[in-house]
């Protein structure tokens, strides 16, 4: 890649202007508008420079007073601001996902200090603008510029065709005309103009050529001119050579910098050069956040203070401008790791890893995350925190939705294949990425479902329960882990010496690094284990946790802990060491800009979307039927009724990757897949969740007010009875909002939310067929849609192609093939419930006085499809001639259609004095294909590895003595036939 020197330079541009429409705007000011340091593209021509309309940019905001940024002045700029109208948006009520205090330019170049967002209401008006600010071009040598959109505060609630527009005179849009497919912008990042005259007025416009009829958005807006040709500015180094990089600018190939060398002696070879102050910096994660903050930044950046960029932003270019101030302005030029959290997707989104985890199939989860990495790398960002190990026991913590479910093996296999589908088997390549197991450890056993809470594991169930997810992850070549937000037995995770490093590193010999949670070192002092930032900072890197994400506890403090002695200065270097390490193993020093014009290419291409699909067909789960699944061609009248009906964000998940908007809805694809000479009906019947009242508290904090009852403007319970009344079959797309699922988003009442528990009822009362699909993050109880619902599917959150997935297996173009990752209880009284149970020494005791049935109502496993199986008994195969015994069953098509059998091996050890073991525990499934009658034998393999455990000192273990053995559709069922372990099967 060709580095080219760039220049800073700054402007000050005064503008006044008549305002145009009646909004909230503060005094009228003379508003300094923001010019930018650097351009934000390496691509660019030598010189680049932009000026840009913050959105920040509050009256008195002046350029280049910052002498870390090396700006210039530049007295007389070239593009002059003419107006910034807001055209015919207004303000409108904030949003639940706008940013607050959304600054806006306003008429007449004031800022507007906007509450909420600012709305560009386009309610059935076709091909319009909305105009934000218009300039002009002054000097007459400027024929070409550029306009950057910084994505940070670009909030476009897009449909296809709109996005936003440079007009030229007031007319038609000068191609390109960028269209915005996203809430961020990422699609997009420049329109180049060219041709340019002095006498053109350009305006940078909302544009909305939709005319549906929905209202478009707009909730902040910053972007950027870049005149040609250059002018004055500051050059810098050029460093790169043939095929390596002068990273620290001294003329000659040092060992760190030459990718030859292996990558141990490039980390010692750098490790010897750094300051102690630059160690630190390498243990320093930091998150972006606006242009602005992040300018502040620079003068860490130069002295190399920022190891690792949390970048939510997306836009290539920026990350290219971020790091050339990193590599090229430091003194190492060593560069920044850049990380997100991409969880289950980028650009194209799929089902939330409960519900992949539902396919058991874990070689799906590698093939999404093998998209997810291509489309991640090619916008900058080597390395996503996922895949996510904890296991899920406990539907009230909202987190289960990012986890594997509830099952240490199947979540082992499905953590390994993510890891597999990151990193490939090279993760410098340029469509991988570095994985992340998260959150070590024990953060889903928290204390009643509460997020961040402790969680109380003892040894044996750490052992067998907590950690065997993420030594898979280890064992598939993970380059980093996480620690968690819990503590256990009063120590965070943060500061666990024996998780973090008797286990990681010196019984797995982890070779990666450990990066905090979220704040997670400076909050030591929340929980009373440290007494302050840097007593924290002391006990984290001591543990173990070599990298701080955003307390900024290590850097300023580590270094008088070394100088005093608390803190090794071998324990900074490894920690150091292991940071580095992965900088190497990712291709950073090599490689570190990303290839802008390569973005485009590498996001959502058409097989991406197939697969999406294909993950929803595979991860939908179908609970029941009762004959009316697949939808039957003589279904002439279908209404659609629910929330989630014709949604396109509730569907997406809980981590939306830099998608918020998904095309098609369900309603939309069943459209499609319908006979033609079908009618569908569709009726929200109400919102996905009411909105409360809130009340303002003496602290100033705003609560809602539970006096008043919470309101839903969308309930019209009767419009979805009459379209009922009026099907052959209704379909009922309901569940809970996804702002109830994820981080802090525990639930205590695991139910529909808002009125749609009234609205199911309603709909079910009329006694049409009703055909459920949920849609949520966990296991929700719901035993009246269980009980009146004709046949239900649970869809979780399946991603961007739930409507086309779920529109095929409704039709019957697809069969259902998905099994539950997470039992599903009764009742949210029986939780935390998971199959793998003891046996306890009163098997069957113990039940609710008020609640008979201790099962869940659908255990682990459990999934239905368009025939039915029938399971010969379990037969028993002896070892023989250095063969290890197996387990045998013969599986037959007892049905009419073709379909996936998924037969799973459940094993217990009768005694075990290393501690009882659970009444079943999963230990293998596979996947058969079977026509109409046709039959299939199975059999699974009964090794030591089989049927072992982990025991108390880390050790795998398998004792010879008397099992159960089960191969069964689901936990709990069948019938296990007895197996002796012998001592020569040990071996
Ligand atoms: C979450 C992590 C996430 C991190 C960075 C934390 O609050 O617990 O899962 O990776 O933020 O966004």
Redesign the pocket.
Known sequence: MKLIPFLTFLSLVTLAQAQTKPVAVPPPAAVVFESQVTSPSGSQAPGDQYIFFGANAKPGDKWGEDPAMNLVKLTDFNVSIVSAPLGNCQLMPPEANSPAGVKVIAPGGAPVVATGILGCNRSGDDKKYADLATFRITNPAVTSFSIWVLDSTVKLRANVNEGLAIRVNNCAPVAPCATVRTDFGCEFSKFTITGASVSDVFTVAVLSSDGNGNNRTIAGLTFSVIPDPTMVGKKFPIIEQQGWNDLNKNGKKDVYEDPSQPVEKRVEDLLKQMTLEEKLGQLNQLVSGDRKNDMALFPLMRRGEVSSY?WGRGVPADRNQFQRIAVQESRLGIPILFGM?IIHGASTLFPISLGLSCSFNPELFERAQTVAARETRAEGVEWV?AP?CDLARDPRWGRVAETCGEDPYLSSLCNAAQVRGFQGTNPAASDRVAACL??YVGYSAVTGGRDYNDSEITQWTLRNVHLPSFYAGVKAGALTI?SS?NAIGGIPAVANHQTLTEILRDEWKFQGFVVS??LAVEQLVNWGYAKNKADAAALAINAGNDMD?KSEAYVPNLAKEVKEGRVSQATVDEAVRRVLRVKFQVGLFERPYVDESAYKGAQKKPEDIALARECVTKSTVLLKNAGILPLSKELKKIALIGPVGDDHREILGCWTGRTSWSKPTLASALKEALPTDATLTVVKGCAINTVPTTKTLQDGRIVPDESVPPTDADCKIDDAVAAAKDADVVIMAVGETKGFTG?NASRAFLTLTGNQQALFDAVAATGKPVVTIVFSGRPLALPEVWEKSAAVFYAWQPGGEAGSGLADLLVGNVAPSARLSMSVPRHVGQVPIYYNYYNTGRPGSGQYQDMKDMDAKFWFGYGLTYTTFAYSPVKIIPSANGKPAEAAVTITNTGKREGDEVPQLYIRQLVCHEGARPKQELRGFKRVKLQPGEKADVSFPLTGDVLGYIDRKGNPRADAGDYEIWIAPSAHAGTPAAFNFAPGDLK
Request: aromatic residues 24%; glycine residues 0%; without cysteine.
């Open positions: 949390i959290d925190f996510m998260k959150h996480m937000f949670d979220w994400m981080e």
